[in-house]
């Protein structure tokens, strides 16, 4: 019987080994919520310890608005059963709220049926940031393709309607030379404002 609880002691061991070194923070709870184990990146990622974490839910360390999307897509997904991915937010002990993007499956208990689930989230804080800068850099041309637009409008608007009047074919009989040289002007400076 010894070598029994010698080999199921090893095997926890290397289960928890290969959860710590897991870079990511990753998570376990059961079907009622409860976190049932985490490991020291999901401990340093919210900002709470162990003794903190397991046993309690997400309503016990997040804020309920948070919470509530948490508890709302794992019972989802315990209800379907399978895999689940999707972004959100998490707020740190400190307060401080980081984008993520969750990774969640369920596991199975003896009986075939959802046992809880499992999660891992990764920080997208940073790729939020920068999608935002694109979108403000995509506002700002946007912005200035308008503007340069109309204050190219103005001038070429001159510069077209005086040239049509010295086109005209009758132009000697409409307009003197001193017209027809102040349109010549007028073509001139509404150019020169384009430069």
């Known amino acids: 019987i010894l070598p029994v609880f010698a080999e199921l002691d090893a095997k926890q061991q290397l289960i928890e080994t290969i959860i710590e070194t897991i870079p990511a923070p990753t998570f376990c709870k059961d079907r009622e919520g409860r976190y049932l184990l985490c490991n020291r990146a999901f401990e340093d990622f919210i900002g709470f310890n162990k003794k903190q974490i397991i046993g309690h839910t997400v309503f016990d360390l997040m804020p309920s608005d948070l919470a509530g999307i948490y508890h709302q897509s794992d019972q989802a997904l315990l209800k379907k059963m399978g895999r689940q991915a999707y972004e959100a937010q998490v707020e740190a002990a400190d307060g401080s709220r980081k984008d993520v993007l969750f990774h969640k499956a369920t596991f199975l208990n003896k009986g075939g049926s959802a046992g809880g689930l499992v999660g891992v989230m990764l920080d997208i804080s940073e790729r939020k940031k920068v999608e935002e800068g694109l979108r403000q850099l995509d506002r700002m041309k946007s912005e200035f393709i308008s ?27 409409k307009f003197s030379p001193d017209q027809q040289q102040d349109f010549l002007r007028e073509i001139y400076q509404a150019s020169t404002s384009l430069g």
Do not use: N, Y
Not at 147 to 173: V, W
């Open 147 to 173: 503007i340069a637009a109309h204050e190219l409008r103005t001038p070429l608007t001159s510069i077209q309607g005086f040239t049509d009047f010295l086109l005209e074919d009758d132009r000697s009989e």
